[in-house]
């Protein structure tokens, strides 16, 4: 929604917004393009009338913004339908699709564009490091879209993506996610098939080849050509390091790439495969798209180093599923090696809260040497169950004032702290580095 607050006023729109609880990276970026950002969901904030409210998809009826906004009827629309009707219309979209790694390989794919002289428009879910700012709008008919499966709105349960359009879709993968709004995993096989169904013939598909799940997707009705990266697939990545931070990037037979970059990680190394073989589709030759990654940093809270304080490292990610955190385990453990590894993790996502994932989460935390995880007032499930199955490497707390303290207590001097969430988990980053100290 920040994002879409970008783009109207780039159009020309007098633009202000309501929220509750908005945090980093996200108001951050508002104030700095002073956009104003009002607490709460006071009918007030209608006055004077909007010539157009865009609800997000966060607010149900009962909610007092939208009840005014009906009861006054006033015109609305979802943030999907108006970006696909003032945005993307007579522009040539690039979309990118899946559980995990949307935000990162749109970032990369933008960049991508950006490095060989495209002007891209775009809209991510995070912050790229390289532009600074999650939305812009050009004059290029070439336009990056993060396309997340998440419902479009109170009025329009068909997820976002099938709004966009897109000429170009990356597929990253399908796992079962967001427990609030499908039932199971089939239902969100079949908004990613109404997605592809989208998809013209002269496009292009980029799909994991490793992902039973997509296949299976696209087994249901594929009218678009195919392209699929991974191990033995078209376009697949051959580590030069341990760590990913440099790979070999083959097209067929062929080596047509090399990268070398500041992210670290396999499963990057797969985003930047997606990416690169998406930015072929609009004409970017795979060497020059290597040359852009080389100069490419992450997304905010993307394994973001918050801080060194007393020799301890304080990374920041966004993980919130157990696939996800495996692979930033992976990631870290191979960048750090022996070095003790400590996991924070917030179970915030509605899924996570359901706990529709808890008997894969303690092997998903396996690589951490410890593992601290918050215990949310509320929570419907026995988190003792994930410290119970760590053995003497897990513990439940609270609060964050007493992980906060357990941490202090438990913290020396080489250690490396990944605190999990994809909320602002109170601070809790900033306030363990002021604890520590220079």
């Not at 993307?88 to 995990?100: F, N």
């Not at 749109?106 to 390289?130: K, Q, R, T």
């Not at 939305?135 to 709105?153: G, H, K, N, P, Q």
């Not at 913290?411 to 900033?430: C, K, Q, W």
Request: glycine fraction near 8%.
């Amino acid at each position: 929604m920040a994002g879409l607050a970008l783009l109207a006023r780039a159009l020309g729109h007098e633009v202000s917004g309501s929220d509750r609880g908005v945090y980093p990276p996200m108001s951050t970026q508002l104030a700095e393009q002073g956009i104003d950002v009002r607490e709460g969901y006071a009918p007030e904030h209608l006055v004077p009338a909007p010539d157009c409210v865009i609800i997000g998809n966060a607010l149900s009826r009962g909610n007092a913004l939208v009840e005014a906004v009906l009861d006054r009827d006033l015109p609305y629309t979802s943030g999907a339908q108006w970006v696909a009707e003032h945005v993307l219309r007579g522009r040539s979209v690039l979309a990118v699709a899946g559980t995990h790694g949307k935000t990162t390989t749109a970032s990369m794919l933008a960049w991508i564009l950006e490095y060989a002289g495209l002007d891209p428009g775009f809209l991510i879910g995070g912050v790229p490091a390289n532009f600074g700012v999650s939305a812009r709008l050009t004059s290029s008919r070439w336009f990056v879209i993060e396309a997340d499966e998440y419902d479009t709105a109170f009025f329009d349960k068909r997820s976002k993506f099938v709004h966009y359009r897109p000429r170009t879709l990356v597929l990253n993968n399908l796992e079962y996610d967001h427990a609030d709004i499908f039932p199971d995993l089939e239902s969100i096989k079949r908004q990613f098939h109404y997605l592809v169904r989208t998809v013209p013939a002269s496009g292009r598909i980029v799909t994991n080849g490793a992902d039973a799940n997509l296949e299976q997707t696209l087994a249901l009705g594929c009218w678009t050509p195919v392209e699929r990266f991974g191990p033995g697939q078209t376009w697949r990545a051959e580590l030069l390091t341990a760590d990913g931070s440099q790979f070999r990037v083959h097209r067929g037979a062929r080596a047509v790439a090399e990268v070398r970059w500041s992210l670290f990680g396999a499963h990057n190394a797969d985003n930047a495969l997606a990416a690169i073989a998406a930015a072929a589709h609009a004409g970017v030759a795979p060497e020059r798209a290597a040359a852009a990654l080389t100069a490419f940093h992450n997304t905010r809270r993307r394994l973001e180093v918050r801080g060194v304080a007393r020799g301890v490292t304080v990374y920041d990610d966004f993980a919130h599923h157990p696939t996800a955190i495996r692979a930033t385990l992976a990631a870290l453990r191979a960048r750090v090696g022996a070095a003790r590894i400590i996991a924070v993790l917030e179970p915030r996502s509605n899924t996570m809260r359901l706990g529709v994932h808890r008997a894969t989460l303690a092997a998903a935390l396996a690589a951490a040497d410890r593992a601290l995880l918050l215990r949310p007032e509320g929570l419907p499930w026995d988190i003792g169950e994930v410290t119970r199955a760590l053995g003497g490497r897990g513990a439940a707390h609270d609060s964050t004032a007493a992980l906060l303290e357990a941490l202090v207590a438990e913290l020396r001097p080489g250690d490396h702290v990944l605190i999990m969430s994809n909320g602002s988990f109170d601070r809790l980053h900033a306030r363990l580095l002021e604890r520590l100290g220079p």
